[in-house]
């Protein structure tokens, strides 16, 4: 077995020539804990190729099974585990299902940008509920 690779030095100024994301420790602990099954942890790798932290996208199962080497099925089923734990957001229903990453696991941008999304987020739920608070009506 090899050692673990200490962490490299990233001098300053430098631009990595691809896109990258930062996680926290006890994300990756609660993903460790609480993930069951393999095809929803490689979806959980995979995803922020895919999607987004702030946007709604499309996902194509099929294309999702293929690059990980599983079935259309497993996938639908790793994708309703995550969206179970919150590590995703769904709006829509039947083909018409558009995604998002929650924001408890990661991020792609700066501090100032994490919580400016954070407070529209609450403001966009706030304005979606009725007087009674809880989606019924009053």
């Given at each position: 077995m090899s050692a673990i690779p200490e962490p490299a030095y990233i001098p300053?100024?430098?631009?990595?020539?691809w896109p990258w994301c930062v996680m926290s420790v006890p994300a990756l602990e609660f993903i460790a804990s609480q993930v069951r099954s393999s095809t929803a942890l490689r979806l959980l790798l995979i995803l922020p190729s895919r999607l987004d932290w702030r946007d709604w996208r499309q996902l194509n199962q099929s294309e999702l099974a293929s690059t990980i080497h599983s079935y259309q099925a497993n996938v639908s089923r790793g994708l309703k585990e995550l969206l179970a734990l919150g590590m995703l957001e769904r709006r829509g229903a039947g083909p018409r299902q558009e995604w998002r990453l929650t924001q408890t696991l990661g991020w792609r941008g700066n501090v100032a940008s994490f919580a400016a999304e954070a407070e529209r987020r609450k403001k966009t739920k706030a304005a979606s509920l009725?007087?009674?608070g809880d989606g019924t009506a009053a």
């Open positions: 300053t100024g430098f631009r990595f020539p009725d007087d009674w």
